[in-house]
């Protein structure tokens, strides 16, 4: 079965700081991962996702992650952080074989950000 | 381009009643997603369809929930009868059919209650 960890349920930065928001998965072959952002009364909003090659993603808003697999983790950074930045994040993992059942995410807890001015 | 849009935003309803949640994918998605979270919890997968077709609904807690696309366009959700553990929010998300990896997009969700 796979999984996902987010170790850390808060976060708290200071604006202009870098951040980092933690994520560990554990799943059959290669991973496909994804960070998802939830504003508040809000909907999950597409971050970034890792499929294969670089191991550096950038995506949306400034955001990058970076793809371990030895140490099966998938962190999400910021090298300057916005007070807008304030949300709920989450990390996913889907099975990269194809077939029934292969396309279901499997979310981590989230982990709120929260930026401070 | 409209989003994934999701009908009601809210819904309380008394332990015993029934509620249909509805979602409307992106135009031309045939990939529709039920996802749920309970409070506090990680957002759990509940079914998928490809089309009207269900093609994974291993995450459906029990026969008290039945989800329908008819045509494989808007999709219903549907509780009957309502259990107290059945409240938190109902995501829907769709993604396009293809050879690459897409990711899934998601609505506002509801978010449901029951006394």
């Known amino acids: 079965a796979q999984s996902v960890a987010q170790p850390e349920d808060q976060v708290n930065v200071a604006e202009g700081n870098p951040l980092t928001v933690k994520c560990t998965y554990s799943?059959?072959?290669?991973?496909?991962l994804f960070w998802y952002v939830q504003y508040p009364n809000r909907g999950l909003q597409f971050l970034l996702k890792y499929i294969t090659g670089d191991n550096l993603v950038k995506g949306s808003y400034g955001f990058e992650a970076e793809f371990n697999k030895s140490q099966t983790s998938f962190h999400l950074k910021k090298p300057s952080a916005l007070v807008s930045d304030s949300a709920l994040y989450f990390c996913?993992?889907?099975?990269?074989?194809?077939?029934?059942?292969?396309?279901?995410?499997?979310f981590g807890k989230g982990t709120k950000l929260s930026v401070i001015p | 381009e409209a989003g994934v849009t999701q009908f009601p935003s809210h819904s309380v309803i008394e332990k015993g009643q029934t509620v249909t949640l509805r979602c409307d994918p992106i135009s031309g998605h045939d990939n529709l997603y039920w996802y749920r979270r309970v409070m506090g919890k990680e957002i759990k997968f509940l079914l998928h369809?490809?089309?009207?077709?269900?093609?994974?609904e291993s995450g459906m807690p029990n026969n008290r929930f039945l989800a329908e696309r008819t045509g494989g366009t808007y999709s219903t959700l549907k509780v009957q009868p309502a259990e107290l553990e059945d409240s938190g929010v109902y995501f829907c998300a769709s993604s396009d059919v293809g050879g690459r990896v897409d990711e899934q997009f998601f609505g506002p969700g509801t978010r449901l209650t029951v006394l």
């Open positions: 369809f490809v089309k009207e077709s269900k093609q994974d």
């Open positions: 996913a993992v889907r099975a990269s074989y194809s077939g029934a059942g292969s396309y279901q995410l499997t």
């Open positions: 799943v059959s072959g290669n991973p496909y």
